[in-house]
């Protein structure tokens, strides 16, 4: 009977803080990632899935005031594989959006979307960042004017970095998951 006793008590525990961690979060505003359409979902569970540097940065952003919009968007201009814009600022809150390209394979978008998150991670580490300027800024003083045929980009090379590392976790998580396919073909 104690045995049982300490199962019910344990399991109302784990409930009542998963509740309170659920409530906590709808109350701080949810979600931090939030993908506006099924492809951009679907990257952010891939990305999770396969990239422990994606989840890092997620983990990041989800335990920061900072909000990102995902989405795929064909208006993106054409030598950009993503880019990371202002939004707004709402009380301590700061709201970014990360556009993607449709033009690319699901891994590269994956690695493309870890490159926007990175920089979100560096608009997180300055509060001073709550407006366009301040975000342009900023990107004066840690980045380099980008490559791509953009007037106003800016690039960090911890973005780069990020985008390249997720890239070869995604590579080493499909040839893991190949060869588990193999050995499971091999052992039938």
Request: with cysteine.
């Amino acid at each position: 009977m104690r045995w049982l006793f300490s199962v019910v008590l344990c399991s109302a525990l784990l409930v009542s803080n998963v509740y309170a961690a659920a409530r906590d979060k709808a109350r701080d505003g949810g979600s931090r990632i939030r993908p506006q359409d099924a492809r951009s979902t679907q990257l952010v569970r891939d990305g999770l899935a396969r990239s422990q540097t994606f989840r890092s940065l997620v983990e990041r952003i989800e335990a920061s005031n900072v909000f990102v919009y995902v989405q795929i968007s064909p208006f993106i201009k054409s030598t950009l594989a993503g880019q990371l814009t202002w939004m707004t600022q709402a009380g301590p809150y700061r709201y970014l959006r990360a556009t993607l390209s449709p033009d690319q394979t699901v891994d590269q978008a994956i690695a493309s979307l870890a490159h926007e998150l990175q920089h979100a991670v560096e608009v997180m580490g300055d509060e001073q960042v709550v407006s366009e300027k301040t975000l342009i800024s900023l990107y004066r003083r840690i980045g380099q004017p980008s490559t791509a045929a953009v007037s106003s980009g800016w690039e960090t090379i911890a973005a780069q970095e990020t985008g390249y590392r997720v890239r070869r976790e995604l590579v080493e998580a499909t040839g893991a998951t190949m060869a588990a396919q193999m050995f499971e073909i091999d052992h039938m």
